[in-house]
């Protein structure tokens, strides 16, 4: 019986439908770096080459010269940085997380001053004493009265906007006393 050692071994190979599984993972994660905005691929750690790449394939508008292009950049694709990337697309994920939470909670927020009123305005504005009180008062007034008749949310959607632009990202927690 021979006694090989596990050093003598020749290294296995990936079979081609790895390959290919592998291929289509680095297509894939090109095309979601395309479908991100302009901003947030600037942000992306690529080389020059593909961004170049991705300028292309937006200014393309044949599919078939999309699906080419598309290709190209999943083949280019293991050259770059590709943990980078994807811990970069990671920190974008959690952002975006962050703000639908934040708009959730200025929802629930607008609901409470609206159904509440003195009360909810009064611990609001303790919370956040740099809030003009006198015009989210005015708003949430506006608000109640377009219920009552039924209208539009017209001053509802007022109301949520000057919470959205007065009250920062994180002042707000989901499991505090602003929400219902």
Known sequence: ?????VDDRPQEL???SALKREMQALQDLGKQLIELPDSHL?????SEDMREAFALYKRLKQHEARRRQLQYIGK??????????RAELQVLEDE????RQHFHVLEQLRERLVAEGDDAVQEIASDHPEL?????RNLIRQARKEASERKPPAASRKLFRFLRDNIPV???S???????
Do not use: C, W
């Open 1 to 5: 019986m021979v006694d090989y050692d």
């Open 14 to 16: 990936p079979s081609k």
């Open 42 to 46: 600037a942000r992306m750690p690529l």
């Open 76 to 85: 280019h694709m293991p050259k770059e940085a590709i943990d980078d990337i």
């Open 96 to 99: 975006n997380k962050l703000f």
């Open 132 to 136: 003009d009180i006198q015009q989210l």
């Open 170 to 172: 994180g002042a707000l």
């Open 174 to 180: 989901s499991g505090g006393s602003e929400t219902p």
